[in-house]
Structures are given as structure tokens and as C-alpha cells.
């Protein structure tokens, strides 16, 4: 006569002959790869279409951005909406795309923009800055100048300090890869950017 199952709150357990056979580590470790594969896939789709951190060099943007910040980068951003005049961008140098440069977006295309002893006017009035330090701010000045179609001009924060529009010129839209969203380090001044 065989013993009769136990019982649990969960149903009745099956006899011991009908155990689960241990696991074989040839499949453990074939699905270690498969979920790493996975991981993988989803890390460089992330990193490919929706996001990419980027590391801060120089101090071209200062105050908001400072050498060596870690940001995350909304590459979606500008596949849902325009670009705005205001947004910090991240986009392929002209020169050399190869190097990627951080810089805030003054004028689009159409526009017509001109620097007097310094003050930004974008279509004949003065851009508010309220961005910009005084200790940054510099005395240039830049003849009245369209920015075409398919470009953008792009000025640094600190402007006395700033490789950007005024030296190499305007910025083609598809070299704008994406805009500055969330500094994750260092983690005392992480937080949304803009």
C-alpha cells in the first residue's frame, strides 16, 4: 500500500519519483548567454534610438554644464518635436564629425542673427539670456547674417570661452543628434537640464 500525498494549501504534492531532475550547467549556462544576448540588444537599441550618455568636455557651457558631467542624451526628442531655440543640443562637429560638441540653439533656420558688444539679436531684438553669467558674457560682435535652410546657430554658455557658430558656422540639422535631458553624475548636481 503506497502512502497517500501530502497536502498543502497549495494542492496536493506530487510523489517523490516525480521530482524535478536537477538542473545540467550546460543549460544554466546557456541561458546566462541568452539573457545577456537579450540585455544586449536592448542595451544598444536604448543607446542606438532613445538615449546616450555623454561626457561634458570643457567648460564651454558653464554654469549648467562643468568639465567631466555625465548627461543623458534624448536622441527621440527630435524624431517627435522641432528644435526649439533655447535647447541644448548634442551634435557632430561640422568640421570633423567624428567629434561630438554640446552647445545651446540661438537661431533657426530663417533667422536672422547678429551679435552687438556681445548681446545676441535674433531678427532684430535681443535674445533674453537670463542663462548667461556676466562673468561669461564678452564684447564680440558679429554682422547681421541668415542662418539657412536645414541649419542652425549655436552658441556656448560661456561665451568668452565658447567654440561654437561665430567661429565655424551654423550647425546642419542632421548632424543634431539629440538634446541634453538629465545629468546623472555627479550625484549632487543630478537632475532634468533645461
Known sequence: ???????????PLPPASEAKAPVRPARLFWELVH?????????????????QPFRVQGSSMQPLLVDGERILVNKLAYRLHPIETGDVVVFWWPRDPAVSF???????????VEIRRGTVYVNSRPVAEGY?????????????????PGYYFVLG?????????????????????????????????????Q
Open 1 to 11: 500500500m503506497e502512502p497517500e500525498a501530502a497536502e498543502t494549501s497549495l494542492g
Open 35 to 51: 539573457d545577456l544576448a537579450v540585455a544586449l540588444l536592448f542595451f544598444f537599441f536604448v543607446v542606438g534610438f532613445v538615449a
Open 102 to 112: 554640446i552647445k545651446r540653439v540661438v537661431a533657426r533656420p530663417g533667422d536672422v
Open 132 to 148: 548667461l553669467l556676466p562673468q561669461y558674457q564678452d564684447e564680440d560682435d558679429l554682422p547681421p547674417r541668415e542662418v539657412p
Open 157 to 193: 554658455d560661456h561665451r568668452n570661452s565658447s567654440n561654437d557658430s561665430r567661429t565655424w558656422g551654423d550647425v546642419p540639422e542632421k548632424y543634431i543628434y539629440g538634446k541634453a535631458a538629465f545629468r546623472f553624475w555627479p550625484l549632487g548636481r543630478w537632475g532634468r537640464l
